[in-house]
């Protein structure tokens, strides 16, 4: 049974510093693997996607690598913004095109 | 690209009363649709997905029910709430299988 954990479950770090949250799942036979964005009482906003062939994807200052055979995913965000504070979720979409879900990591960034 | 609408926003129910939300899309046809529950301080749970009209898969047994009589309308519903169906409730579609899935902005349920 594929199951994901996401490690921190919380983070808060000064304006302007690099940071890295991590995801990893048990078990590598994944089709792809999410992270998105949720804002307190608010939707899910996907971010990144990267299917199982890849090793990494970027947009903006967001950069997420994939290593499937150790079952790992990081998302590392530069130059971290007080309007990157959220709650950060790592999914993959298991053998069954099931979706499967960290408990995610809260994060905080402080002006 | 597509648009997700979920109503209503919030709600506030008794135990024992029904339950009835609705989520719309727009911009893409035929897509799979998926329900989720996200509990207080818990991951996201998927309840419900379906690939059809009239086609509707459930990932955990619950009193919590789902139909979707238009291609692009799902309809999650209760005929008695319990006070553990309280959550954030999320639709969510994706164009086929194993592809990115979008969400919508959500139904916060309070069962009282």
């Known amino acids: ?111 | 690209s597509q648009t997700i609408h979920q109503w209503p926003a919030t709600l506030v129910q008794p135990v024992g009363s029904p339950l009835s939300l609705e989520c719309t899309v727009e911009g893409t046809s035929n897509p799979n649709l998926y329900w989720y529950r996200q509990a207080a301080g818990r991951g996201l749970q998927l309840l419900f997905y379906s690939v059809g009209i009239g086609q509707i898969s459930s990932e955990v047994p619950q009193n919590l029910s789902a139909s979707r009589p238009q291609d692009r309308q799902f309809i999650l519903s209760s005929k008695k709430l319990l006070l553990s169906d309280s959550g954030f409730y999320l639709c969510a579609v994706a164009k086929q299988e194993g592809v990115e899935q979008y969400f919508g902005p959500g139904t916060r349920l309070t069962v009282t």
């Open chain 1, 1 to 111: 049974k594929q199951e994901v954990t996401q490690i921190p479950a919380a983070l808060s770090v000064p304006e302007g510093e690099n940071l890295v949250l991590n995801c990893s799942f048990t078990d590598s036979a994944i089709y792809n693997l999410q992270w998105f964005r949720q804002d307190p009482g608010k939707g899910l906003t996907s971010l990144l996607l990267i299917q199982s062939s890849q090793r990494e994807q970027t947009s903006g200052r967001l950069n997420a690598s994939l290593d499937k055979s150790s079952g790992r995913s990081t998302l590392y965000i530069a130059a971290s913004q007080p309007g990157d504070s959220a709650t950060y979720l790592c999914a993959v979409v298991d053998s069954n095109y099931q979706l499967i879900w960290g408990a995610g990591t809260k994060l905080i960034i402080k002006p």
